[in-house]
T-cell receptor, first 111, second 118 residues
Framework: QKEVEQNSGPLSVPEGAIASLNCTYSDRVSQSFFWYRQYSGKSPELIMSIYSNGDKEDGRFTAQLNKASQYVSLLIRDSQPSDSATYLCAVNVYTGNQFYFGTGTSLTVIP | GAVVSQHPSWVICKSGTSVKIECRSLDFQATTMFWYRQFPKQSLMLMATSNEGSKATYEQGVEKDKFLINHASLTLSTLTVTSAHPEDSSFYIC??????????????FGPGTRLTVL
């Protein structure tokens, strides 16, 4: 089983809708969780980090963490065409800074 | 804050030559940097973890004699692709950790270097 799993998509949503991206992880000692956005041909950029159970909101983005279910999600409200990208989930298992990335979910926001 | 730069952004070289890529943390000190490779439409592949002042730790299957990593200071790590061949053509991305402890360590990525070997 992979350390971090994401649905590869592609996920398509209409402009203005909520996009929901999901990620599960296997290591119960995972400490911190990150969502990155990667545009085609570019490097990943950090969107949000979350460390505690519950929701964390930043503008149109909300990260949700449930450690008991080993599940982290990202909600994008009022999706815009500029949100079209691949979204990477990453987990830090702090045994020597071991980061694990999912393979990414491709999101397309349709105007 | 937390800006990571890479140089060059793109490079074209002849087969058999060596190419050096620099990764710098511009506004923070990075005890740990990572080097990734990404082929078109594929996911990130971690090549090695670089700690300042010590030898890099390479992932399984990555040739350490071909991909030389030097982390000479808290703000600079270099990746040298030795005797490059066309199959080494890829997008190389570095990242650095903005440390705050085991809970808050965050990876920030450089813009990447696109290598084309002719």
């Amino acid at each position: 089983q992979k350390e971090v799993e994401q649905n590869s998509g592609p996920l398509s949503v209409p402009e203005g809708a909520i996009a929901s991206l999901n990620c599960t992880y296997s290591d119960r000692v995972s400490q911190s969780f990150f969502w990155y956005r990667q545009y085609s041909g570019k490097s990943p950029e950090l969107i949000m980090s979350i460390y505690s159970n519950g929701d964390k909101e930043d503008g149109r983005f909300t990260a949700q963490l449930n450690k008991a279910s080993q599940y982290v999600s990202l909600l994008i409200r009022d999706s815009q065409p500029s949100d079209s990208a691949t979204y990477l989930c990453a987990v830090n298992v702090y045994t020597g800074n071991q980061f694990y990335f999912g393979t990414g979910t491709s999101l397309t926001v349709i105007p | 804050g937390a800006v990571v730069s890479q140089h060059p952004s793109w490079v074209i070289c002849k087969s058999g030559t060596s190419v050096k890529i620099e990764c710098r943390s511009l506004d923070f000190q990075a005890t740990t940097m990572f080097w990734y490779r990404q082929f078109p439409k594929q996911s990130l592949m971690l090549m090695a973890t670089s700690n300042e002042g010590s030898k890099a730790t390479y992932e399984q299957g990555v040739e350490k004699d071909k991909f030389l990593i030097n982390h000479a200071s808290l703000t600079l790590s270099t990746l040298t692709v030795t005797s490059a061949h066309p199959e080494d053509s890829s997008f190389y991305i570095c990242s650095a950790i903005l440390g705050g402890g085991p809970i808050t360590d965050t990876q920030y990525f450089g813009p990447g270097t696109r290598l084309t070997v002719l």
